[in-house]
């Protein structure tokens, strides 16, 4: 497999014709950024009908600059003792884990990318634009069917509920993976803090979009921030639903996600959104944020199946970003014995 020829994203030349009643808002979007039929944006708009994914380039050797202390950086007393927490064996991973300067520099963190970057490989430098963004005395607004709603501070729920750490595959619906050590704790105990109603069916999750400190907030408004996710309650309940707050025995970094972020490593990547500031109870499914924007692109499961391709391109091949190697992608990224029953 690691042999695969891969053409590269400028080399394709088949470009699938789009009925412009599937796309909300993309023609605003492609006027907006200026791009071409053929160009490339990442997340709802990526071009190509190649089978196999694109190959990956090898990202340069950057460091991203120290997570900063103290400074418009979420802390509490006690937190440094924390990190590093305990590894939960149970969920030990069968591939080398990614290089941790690959994973902070290497990300699709949308609130956090200009305009002018967002249809070229910058797109994956949210890491540049993060130094303004102010996420001290961070606070979850809890809403809808549950017994405790109202402000939470985060410090408190994090020392109330404890930290592990679990090591997770990582599948974007671009087609590159990675092999992540998170921070943090299981959904469904954050989910029993608040106490939900039986009568909650799904939680939705609402994002930071500041445009003060959030340049692609600020410069690409045709977008409907700020991000919103759901769940259905099974799926957030289920035990490999995490929550995290770390990386790499370390608080999350800000183009990470900090300072609490969701991680379902069953589904794309999209599906674990970052930097949350709200979460509702709810009974019935929500909207969300990419399939509002592209419905036929994205549904509101987007589990990882390599037998469901985008509309765009087959999601039969993943490529690992540490090495380029290309291989099969695993229903469900491997995690079928965890999941595969909520979706009989």
Partial sequence: MANIKIP???EVQKIKPVDEKIYVNRRKI????????????AGSFLSGCEKEPRVIPTPPVVTPPPLPVGDKTFTFEGMNNLYPAT?????????????ESDVLRYNNFYEFI???????????DAYKYVSDFDNRDWKIQVTGLANKTGFFDLGDIIQSIGLEERTYRHRCVERWSMAVPWTGFPLSKLIQFF???????HIRTVSKANPATMIGVREMDWFPWAYFEGLRMEEAMNELAFVATGLYGKPLAKQ??????????????YKSPKSIIKIEFLDAEPETFWHQIAPDEYSFLSNVDPTTPHPAWSQELETKIINGDIVPTLP?????EYVANLYK
């Fill in 87 to 99: 590894l939960n064996p149970k969920y030990e991973l069968d591939r080398t884990l990614s290089l």
């Fill in 256 to 269: 990470n996600g900090a300072p609490i972020r969701l991680v379902i490593p069953w589904k794309y990547g």
């Fill in 114 to 124: 200009p305009a002018k970057e967002l249809n070229n490989e910058a797109r994956y």
């Fill in 195 to 201: 106490e939900p109603d039986n009568k909650a069916t």
């Fill in 8 to 10: 590269k994203s400028w």
């Fill in 30 to 41: 492609i006027k907006q950024l200026g791009l071409m039929t053929g160009g490339l944006l």
């Fill in 332 to 336: 469900y990224n491997g995690y079928g």
